[in-house]
């Protein structure tokens, strides 16, 4: 139950027994003398309720009242009036005041309606939690594409993650969208609009890892001209993307572990620390704990980037995603150059199906943009080996199903007329393929 309220009022007597009455029942209060004091320290979404007299020297309560309204309208507003003051609190109501109290008030009527407001403020808050949440979910899908099961609940971890002060350790093969993961749990957190610095670690030498990290000052080595700010300081308040992580040199990982710890650094070449403040995500092929037991990576590092685990499935184990992402890639890379997407042939879906996909999307990306220029197939013409004509048709089947459900936004008699199946045969089907009619409604 939220329970913060802060008090205007420019009499020191009437906000010391207010707040004498508000803090035995338990609420939060906050007390100002001056309207332009509470509107300035002021938090977004604020939890609670605006106390306020309306005669007070500089603002008054009626101008506070129209500066919150500009700025939340649903934020409750109670008014402190004296009795020549009541035809003027009526009109404040009629322009958005929550309520208003006669000069003197019992204790009794105070906390009785500032309950009442607060149960408001309350459910307006709720309610904009979840649209927000709605619209991050709608948001993510266009970022992490695909209808497959997994990649459901990936977003789902994602959007769970992201708000929480945790190092992340993103498992994948290679192509699977270790990066777009870890920028999505960047943009939708609370350090979106802060940097994002993205490091693979296989792709600098050693001998330059520890600049390249943490910076340098002039002079530091040979070589060393003029000050540089390190990639880690760089990211200072953000998020830094450290891809295969395990092939950062044993050295380097200490001094990253200490980052971690302490949340500062030191250039090359300095003597004074650096407070910084990272989120670490880190994306690994092979099991970090396995590589510490080969003595080629620190375990207690492992551990601290393994605060929470995301798992990207290889693209041939989700092989329903394979259309959608296909025509995705496609179409962008046919708009590029001005031109329509191309349609996708039966025979060239049963292709992209058969194959195994060992680079994973991006490799499919490719695919899809070779395709859209008109420079080649879309995908090999052999189909790999290991993949089973039934497992071909199981997935060809999910992707048929979703299509027609995402067409028809889950009105399932259109779909058993355009597929001619009975009720009972696309029951069934839907079942197994894990597709729920409710996912594909359109907006009530």
Aim: with cysteine; net charge negative; aromatic share 4%.
């Amino acid at each position: 139950m939220l329970n913060s309220v802060m008090v205007v009022d420019d009499e020191a007597s009437i906000r010391t027994a207010v707040e004498q009455w508000l803090s035995l029942s338990g609420f939060n209060v906050q007390l100002f003398s001056r309207a332009e004091d509470c509107l300035q320290q002021l938090p977004v979404h604020f939890p609670g309720v605006i106390l306020s007299d309306v005669r007070m020297p500089g603002m008054d309560g009626l101008q506070l009242l129209e500066q919150l309204q500009a700025s939340d309208a649903d934020l409750p507003v109670i008014l402190l009036t004296g009795h020549g003051d009541v035809p003027m609190a009526v009109e404040a109501i009629r322009n958005g005041a929550y309520d208003f109290l006669e000069k003197p008030f019992s204790p009794e009527a105070l906390l009785g309606s500032l309950r009442r407001a607060l149960e408001k403020r309350q459910l307006v808050l709720e309610n904009r939690r979840l649209h927000e949440q709605a619209d991050l979910k709608v948001r993510l899908e266009a970022d992490l594409l695909g209808v497959s099961q997994g990649m459901q609940q990936l977003r789902k971890q994602v959007l769970d993650l992201a708000s929480l002060p945790v190092n992340v350790l993103i498992r994948g093969e290679t192509g699977s969208g270790k990066e777009q993961v870890a920028r999505c749990l960047h943009e939708f957190g609370p350090r979106a609009g802060k940097p994002f610095v993205a490091l693979n670690c296989a792709a600098i030498p050693e001998q330059l890892f520890e600049a390249e990290l943490f910076g340098h000052e002039s002079g530091a080595f040979t070589g060393a001209q003029g000050k540089r700010i390190g990639k880690l300081e760089y990211a200072n308040g953000g998020t830094v993307f450290l891809d295969e992580i395990e092939s950062m040199p044993l050295a380097q990982q200490a001094k990253l572990l200490r980052v971690l710890q302490e949340q500062k650094l030191e250039r090359l070449g300095a003597n004074q620390s650096i407070s910084v403040d990272l989120r670490i995500i880190a994306a690994t092929k092979p099991d970090l704990l396995e590589e510490a037991r080969a003595g080629r990576f620190r375990e207690d590092l492992a551990y601290r980037l393994n605060v929470a685990e995301l798992r990207l499935a290889p693209l041939r184990d989700r092989r329903e995603d394979i259309p959608l992402l296909f025509n995705h890639f496609a179409r962008l890379a046919a708009e590029r150059v001005g031109r329509s997407t191309p349609v996708l042939s039966g025979a060239h879906l049963g292709k992209l199906l058969g194959h195994d996909w060992p680079g994973n999307v991006r490799e499919l990306a490719n695919a899809a943009e070779r395709h859209a220029l008109g420079l080649g197939e879309p995908a090999a013409a052999e189909i790999e080996a290991g993949q089973s004509l039934a497992a071909q048709q199981e997935a060809f089947e999910a992707q048929c199903l979703r299509a027609a459900l995402s067409r028809h936004k889950g009105e399932i008699k259109a779909v058993m007329e355009e597929l001619q199946l009975p009720r009972r045969t696309l029951n069934e089907k839907m079942q197994r393929h894990g597709l729920l009619r409710e996912d594909f409604l359109g907006p009530a």
